[in-house]
């Protein structure tokens, strides 16, 4: 009876248990926080992740604050559930560390710059920082030889002053080198010496093993030792004691025959950069024979592919046994430089040869000539035809390649073709679950890759065009389903893999997108030979969404602003995508050094705690505050230039910055020696600059974000400028704020306001003398001596280039409209309205562009002056062509109407361009690498345009409106990290022996341009 009872009591027991454990999973009611400031409390809530109306257990409640302790800047967390569910989580955060002070072992004087450079006053030092701080300098003290390193970090005062008790132990030396070898010609001390090792004073580390190693093999390189060996080890079972074992070997003499000696001048590789002994860290006869492939390897792909490479060695002093001197030879025997002949293809019969002879053409050399029979050209033949093949609709096609001898020793190529069964495709079906969670509209998307890469929608139906060129005339009716979607093709479609693997890639990204931690998805052909389908089936499966974001490392950035920037809100889908959006925008604000976002495991000691996919962890590393840059340029529009830039990241923890500019040009430097070694001609040209400005990535949230994009940047900047042109002296003072949104990753739109004090005077030549006495400038240039200038301007900038500063492919196009209005109080002599237009195209010629790049450009400029008292534009607001980035063969600036007598009749020493209201500008360009270098290019262009004086000429004008201005020309590029040009061109009436007129002749470009850039 006694058992009986006490099993009773048990089951009761657990039965109370269970129902009070089920009882405790109650929805949460309300969340306070107290303690802290809004930042601490802005971190907590986030990595608490409960909202209102969850339900949370005893046991998810603690790993909630848990998450919170992670955070790391908390002395102590602590928080209730209470039975009506109100949480409340009580806050003690840690101060700022204002100092810290090492005790125990003196800290070495070569470490105490470099042993904990992340460690900076402002930072919020809980638990898992100071380990990580223990970790490094743990880490780099063995690096540096103390073995035994030990180091304790701990906070006091609330966390202001950090402790750190250093125990270095003893250091591992090296005691006694051990020398073993014939070292001769060398002797120990100079071994020693050029390893940089000094017994008992250098620290044996593994830094100090393989610098010392690299520097020994660097001597014997430079003696021209290049079979040498050399071994650098710690002697066994005896501490302390380095083993250096030394074997010189014979110097080497490396010669060729049948190699260009001149080569290397040209860019082409030389004989010991194709022979590895002297990279190579240790000699092995091996690196003899990998020479022979090395050489050959290079000549066949300069289209040599019957060449020959042999190599001898022979010992020139000494003996056999015991070389001193030995030269390796090697012979190449190029054979002739082939080209590609006729291209020829057997057994193709559903393709004709004109089709495949068209989808094989390769690039011509210098745009006539036919490709050299490289290897890597007679593969990509191949590559063009399998591919062509393939996006035919022919799944199994097989391409063999027969290289043979042709007329004039070209190497013709003949084509073996299997074309297999051509297959179609009439219709995809995608399945999905009946889960509203699984997009329809959006994963149906996927399907419309199979036919287009970006596909056109018919207005007002549901079928699609393709825009592949192999594809003209195919339509897709995309239709949803009961069970998902069906994509129904018009005609068939050829049956691509390639195609049914993008569509099911861009599904699986898509259902990644909506939380599926292993996007399943599987793909059957059903082939019944009348409408032949794909299967697309989706089966259920489970959708992570966030939970909590732990953010650690954000001591001076505010919450605000890093929550905002990351994006990751409670309860959104898992998207791999949006995760490293976040990265990439809190890489953007300019306030860290690094972002690492992880998963909660993935957090040093969370290996094996209960965390979730959707538990985040964010990692930061915040950067200096200051950042200082210096900058140099020149060209022969603006003269030289020294550049000094100071900014001030993330004031007020927001990620603004603060920018402090400096623009020392030859203005404010005046030295005669820079303005020699950078001439800009005969007049004095310089601009000069003294900036601030402001900028705030997030401006105003949430009251414009409807207005074009979701954020809104604010730019503010004020300047005073001193600008030397051909036509006046201005000086300028200027204040411009301005809002941009950033419509997608390749356009922007930007509302400004400028307001601007010019006061413009004549300018000089390069003796100081004035060109245009003040009273002739005002009178012949018809511009005020001040203005002021009150425009609000509009721009949008669409650049879908690869690289903005050295594009090879994709367009850019730039509009800003300008109103300068005496409503917003513009002066009366200078109110004006200005439209400039820019756009370019750039094509890449060959893959990648390795064969060049063609450019073509437009510009059109219109002003019009908007008040009655003024006839023309101010100077400093007028059009100028001619130099750098538009018409290079005239001199910068002498486009268009010049004045070459003063008001008294007297001719001027200098021709003064007055510029105009309209300004046509057109280019085309072809840049190429030289001789196959990369780092050298050349070009040639065509630049055609004019400056219009006036919109409304006066009447009896000969030429209101002269022709455009056409000049050819070519240049050289160095690519020296940014591309710098230096071109000369000529007028094309010069070229071809035609008349021209005085102003022609008077303003030809007289000397060469220097430039950097390809923008116009």
Same mark, same amino acid.
């Given at each position: 009876?006694?058992?009986?009872?006490?099993?009773?009591?048990?089951?009761?027991?657990?039965?109370?248990?269970?129902?009070?454990?089920?009882?405790?999973?109650?929805?949460?009611?309300?969340?306070?926080?107290?303690?802290?400031?809004?930042?601490?409390?802005?971190?907590?809530?986030?990595?608490?992740?409960?909202?209102?109306?969850?339900?949370?257990?005893?046991?998810?409640?603690?790993?909630?604050?848990?998450?919170?302790?992670?955070?790391?800047?908390?002395?102590?967390?602590?928080?209730?559930?209470?039975?009506?569910?109100?949480?409340?989580?009580?806050?003690?955060?840690?101060?700022?560390?204002?100092?810290?002070?090492?005790?125990?072992?003196?800290?070495?004087?070569?470490?105490?710059?470099?042993?904990?450079?992340?460690?900076?006053?402002?930072?919020?030092?809980?638990?898992?920082?100071?380990?990580? +701080?223990?970790?490094?300098?743990?880490?780099?003290? !063995?690096?540096?030889?103390?073995?035994?390193?030990?180091?304790?970090?701990?906070?006091?005062?609330?966390?202001?002053?950090?402790?750190?008790?250093?125990?270095?132990?003893?250091?591992?030396?090296?005691?006694?080198?051990?020398?073993?070898?014939?070292?001769?010609?060398?002797?120990?001390?100079?071994?020693?010496?050029?390893?940089?090792?000094?017994?008992?004073?250098?620290?044996?580390?593994?830094?100090?093993?393989?610098?010392?190693?690299?520097?020994? !093999?660097?001597?014997?390189?430079?003696?021209?030792?290049?079979?040498?060996?050399?071994?650098?080890?710690?002697?066994?079972?005896?501490?302390?004691?380095?083993?250096?074992?030394?074997?010189?070997?014979?110097?080497?003499?490396?010669?060729?025959?049948?190699?260009? +000696?001149?080569?290397?001048?040209?860019?082409?590789?030389?004989?010991?950069?194709?022979?590895?002994?002297?990279?190579?860290?240790?000699?092995?006869?091996? &690196?003899?024979?990998?020479?022979?492939?090395?050489?050959?390897?290079?000549?066949?792909?300069?289209?040599?592919?019957?060449?020959?490479?042999?190599?001898?060695?022979?010992?020139?002093?000494?003996?056999?046994?015991?070389?001193?001197?030995?030269?390796?030879?090697?012979?190449?025997?190029?054979?002739?430089?082939?080209?590609?002949?006729?291209?020829?293809?057997?057994?193709?019969?559903?393709?004709?040869?004109?089709?495949?002879?068209?989808?094989?053409?390769?690039?011509?050399?210098?745009?006539?000539?036919?490709?050299?029979?490289?290897?890597?050209?007679?593969?990509?033949?191949?590559?063009?035809?399998?591919?062509?093949?393939?996006?035919?609709?022919?799944?199994?096609?097989?391409?063999?390649?027969?290289?043979?001898?042709?007329?004039?020793?070209?190497?013709?190529?003949?084509?073996?073709?299997?074309?297999?069964?051509?297959?179609?495709?009439?219709?995809?079906?995608?399945?999905?679950?009946?889960?509203?969670?699984?997009?329809?509209?959006?994963?149906?998307?996927?399907?419309?890759?199979?036919?287009?890469?970006?596909?056109?929608?018919?207005?007002?139906?549901?079928?699609?065009?393709?825009?592949?060129?192999?594809?003209?005339?195919?339509?897709?009716?995309?239709?949803?389903?009961?069970?998902?979607?069906?994509?129904?093709?018009?005609?068939?479609?050829?049956?691509?893999?390639?195609?049914?693997?993008? @569509?099911?890639?861009?599904?699986?990204?898509?259902?990644?997108?909506?939380?599926?931690?292993?996007?399943?998805?599987?793909?059957?052909?059903?082939?019944?030979?009348?409408?032949?389908?794909?299967?697309?089936?989706?089966?259920?499966?489970?959708?992570?969404?966030?939970?909590?974001?732990?953010?650690?490392?954000?001591?001076?950035?505010?919450?605000?602003?890093?929550?905002?920037?990351?994006?990751?809100?409670?309860?959104?889908?898992?998207?791999?995508?949006?995760?490293?959006?976040?990265?990439?925008?809190?890489?953007?604000?300019?306030?860290?050094?690094?972002?690492?976002?992880?998963?909660?495991?993935?957090?040093?000691?969370?290996?094996?705690?209960?965390?979730?996919?959707?538990?985040?962890?964010?990692?930061?590393?915040?950067?200096?505050?200051? @950042?200082?840059?210096?900058?140099?340029?020149?060209?022969?529009?603006?003269?030289?230039?020294?550049?000094?830039?100071?900014?001030?990241?993330?004031?007020?923890?927001?990620?603004?910055?603060?920018?402090?500019?400096?623009?020392?040009?030859?203005?404010?430097?005046?030295?005669?020696?820079?303005?020699?070694?950078?001439?800009?001609?005969?007049?004095?040209?310089?601009?000069?600059?003294?900036?601030?400005?402001?900028?705030?990535?997030?401006?105003?949230?949430?009251?414009?974000?409807?207005?074009?994009?979701?954020?809104? !940047?604010?730019?503010?900047?004020?300047?005073?400028?001193?600008?030397?042109?051909?036509?006046?002296?201005?000086?300028?003072?200027?204040?411009?704020?301005?809002?941009?949104?950033?419509?997608?990753?390749?356009?922007?739109?930007?509302?400004?306001?400028?307001?601007?004090?010019?006061?413009?005077?004549?300018?000089?030549?390069?003796?100081?003398?004035?060109?245009?006495?003040?009273?002739?400038?005002?009178? &012949?240039?018809?511009?005020?001596?001040?203005?002021?200038?009150?425009?609000?301007?509009?721009?949008?900038?669409?650049?879908?280039?690869?690289?903005?500063?050295?594009?090879?492919?994709?367009?850019?196009?730039?509009?800003?409209?300008?109103?300068?209005?005496?409503?917003?109080?513009?002066?009366?002599?200078?109110?004006?309205?200005?439209?400039?237009? !820019?756009?370019?195209?750039?094509?890449?010629?060959?893959?990648?562009?390795?064969?060049?790049?063609?450019?073509?450009?437009?510009?059109?400029?219109?002003?019009?002056?908007?008040?009655?008292?003024?006839?023309?534009?101010?100077?400093?607001?007028?059009?100028?062509?001619?130099?750098?980035?538009?018409?290079?063969?005239?001199?910068?600036?002498?486009?268009?109407?010049?004045?070459?007598?003063?008001?008294?009749?007297?001719? &001027?020493?200098?021709?003064?361009? +007055?510029?105009?209201?309209?300004?046509?500008?057109?280019?085309?360009?072809?840049?190429?690498?030289?001789?196959?270098?990369?780092?050298?290019?050349?070009? @040639?262009?065509?630049?055609?345009?004019?400056?219009?004086?006036?919109?409304?000429?006066?009447?009896?004008?000969?030429?209101?409106?002269?022709?455009?201005?056409?000049?050819?020309?070519?240049?050289?590029?160095?690519?020296?990290?940014?591309?710098?040009?230096?071109?000369?061109?000529?007028?094309?009436?010069?070229?071809?022996?035609?008349?021209?007129?005085?102003?022609?002749?008077?303003?030809? +470009?007289?000397?060469?341009?220097?430039?950097?850039?390809?923008?116009?």
């Amino acid at each position: 009876m006694r058992r009986r009872a006490a099993c009773g009591l048990s089951l009761l027991a657990l039965v109370s248990a269970a129902g009070q454990e089920a009882v405790s999973a109650r929805p949460v009611t309300a969340i306070r926080v107290e303690g802290g400031d809004e930042n601490d409390r802005r971190f907590a809530l986030a990595a608490l992740g409960l909202k209102v109306g969850q339900g949370v257990d005893a046991a998810g409640f603690q790993q909630a604050l848990a998450a919170v302790r992670l955070v790391d800047r908390y002395r102590f967390v602590e928080g209730t559930l209470g039975a009506d569910g109100v949480v409340l989580l009580r806050l003690d955060p840690l101060l700022p560390v204002a100092a810290w002070r090492w005790e125990g072992d003196p800290l070495p004087a070569d470490l105490r710059k470099t042993l904990l450079p992340e460690l900076r006053k402002g930072q919020r030092l809980g638990p898992q920082h100071l380990a990580l +701080l223990e970790r490094s300098a743990e880490q780099r003290l !063995r690096e540096a030889g103390y073995r035994q390193a030990d180091v304790k970090a701990t906070v006091e005062e609330g966390g202001r002053l950090l402790r750190l008790a250093l125990a270095l132990g003893a250091p591992r030396l090296v005691r006694e080198v051990r020398l073993e070898g014939d070292p001769a010609p060398y002797t120990r001390e100079s071994l020693l010496k050029v390893a940089r090792i000094t017994p008992g004073r250098t620290h044996w580390t593994p830094a100090v093993q393989r610098e010392a190693q690299r520097r020994l !093999r660097a001597r014997l390189v430079k003696d021209r030792r290049l079979e040498g060996s050399i071994r650098l080890a710690p002697a066994d079972g005896e501490g302390g004691t380095l083993l250096l074992e030394i074997r010189p070997g014979p110097k080497v003499t490396l010669k060729s025959k049948g190699m260009d +000696l001149l080569g290397p001048l040209w860019g082409r590789p030389r004989l010991s950069e194709l022979v590895p002994l002297a990279r190579a860290e240790r000699y092995a006869p091996s &690196l003899l024979d990998e020479g022979d492939g090395r050489i050959s390897a290079y000549y066949r792909d300069q289209g040599f592919p019957e060449v020959k490479v042999t190599h001898e060695r022979v010992v020139t002093a000494g003996t056999a046994e015991r070389p001193e001197a030995v030269t390796i030879t090697y012979t190449v025997v190029r054979g002739p430089r082939r080209v590609l002949g006729t291209v020829r293809f057997e057994g193709n019969r559903e393709l004709s040869d004109d089709e495949l002879a068209r989808a094989a053409s390769l690039p011509k050399r210098f745009l006539f000539l036919p490709p050299h029979a490289k290897a890597e050209a007679m593969k990509a033949l191949e590559d063009r035809v399998t591919a062509h093949y393939l996006q035919r609709g022919f799944p199994e096609v097989r391409v063999r390649r027969r290289a043979e001898s042709g007329p004039g020793g070209a190497v013709d190529v003949r084509f073996v073709i299997r074309e297999g069964q051509r297959r179609f495709l009439d219709a995809l079906v995608l399945e999905l679950p009946p889960d509203p969670a699984f997009p329809r509209d959006r994963l149906a998307r996927s399907l419309l890759l199979a036919l287009a890469d970006r596909p056109v929608a018919v207005r007002g139906t549901p079928r699609y065009r393709s825009d592949r060129r192999h594809l003209q005339g195919f339509e897709g009716t995309l239709e949803t389903t009961p069970e998902g979607a069906r994509l129904t093709f018009t005609p068939a479609l050829p049956l691509v893999r390639n195609d049914l693997a993008l @569509v099911v890639s861009d599904l699986r990204q898509r259902l990644s997108s909506v939380g599926s931690a292993n996007p399943q998805v599987k793909l059957t052909f059903e082939d019944d030979e009348t409408r032949p389908i794909v299967r697309i089936q989706v089966p259920p499966q489970p959708l992570d969404r966030t939970r909590r974001l732990v953010v650690q490392g954000s001591d001076r950035t505010r919450a605000e602003a890093v929550l905002r920037e990351a994006g990751l809100a409670a309860d959104i889908p898992l998207d791999p995508a949006k995760l490293d959006e976040s990265q990439v925008q809190l890489g953007g604000l300019g306030a860290f050094q690094r972002v690492d976002l992880l998963t909660m495991k993935d957090l040093p000691g969370q290996e094996k705690e209960p965390w979730q996919r959707g538990d985040l962890a964010l990692r930061l590393q915040e950067r200096s505050p200051w @950042v200082f840059t210096e900058s140099f340029g020149y060209d022969k529009t603006q003269g030289y230039h020294f550049g000094l830039n100071a900014q001030r990241l993330n004031v007020g923890g927001m990620g603004r910055t603060v920018d402090f500019g400096l623009r020392a040009g030859d203005q404010t430097l005046d030295i005669p020696a820079l303005r020699k070694a950078f001439p800009t001609g005969d007049i004095k040209r310089s601009v000069d600059s003294y900036s601030i400005g402001y900028t705030d990535p997030w401006f105003l949230p949430g009251s414009l974000d409807t207005l074009l994009a979701r954020r809104t !940047r604010f730019h503010m900047e004020g300047a005073y400028i001193e600008e030397a042109q051909a036509a006046f002296f201005a000086r300028r003072r200027r204040f411009t704020p301005s809002l941009e949104w950033k419509i997608s990753s390749v356009q922007s739109v930007q509302f400004g306001y400028r307001f601007e004090r010019v006061e413009v005077a004549s300018n000089t030549d390069s003796d100081g003398k004035p060109l245009l006495a003040d009273q002739d400038l005002f009178l &012949l240039a018809r511009t005020p001596a001040r203005s002021i200038i009150s425009a609000p301007y509009l721009q949008v900038v669409v650049d879908r280039r690869d690289r903005p500063y050295d594009p090879t492919q994709g367009t850019f196009f730039l509009g800003r409209l300008e109103l300068a209005n005496q409503l917003f109080g513009t002066s009366t002599n200078s109110s004006y309205v200005k439209l400039d237009l !820019r756009h370019q195209w750039n094509w890449p010629v060959g893959f990648h562009a390795e064969n060049g790049v063609v450019m073509a450009s437009v510009r059109l400029g219109l002003a019009r002056p908007t008040a009655a008292s003024a006839e023309d534009l101010p100077l400093s607001e007028r059009f100028f062509g001619g130099g750098s980035f538009t018409v290079r063969g005239v001199e910068p600036d002498l486009l268009g109407d010049v004045q070459r007598t003063d008001s008294l009749g007297n001719k &001027l020493a200098q021709p003064i361009p +007055l510029g105009g209201q309209a300004l046509v500008v057109m280019n085309l360009e072809y840049r190429f690498p030289l001789f196959g270098m990369q780092s050298v290019w050349a070009e @040639v262009f065509v630049d055609t345009g004019q400056v219009y004086r006036s919109l409304n000429p006066d009447k009896g004008v000969e030429t209101p409106f002269p022709p455009l201005r056409t000049t050819l020309g070519a240049g050289l590029i160095l690519r020296l990290g940014f591309p710098l040009k230096i071109e000369y061109a000529a007028d094309w009436k010069r070229i071809m022996g035609r008349p021209r007129t005085q102003d022609e002749r008077d303003t030809q +470009l007289k000397s060469l341009l220097i430039s950097a850039g390809f923008q116009f």
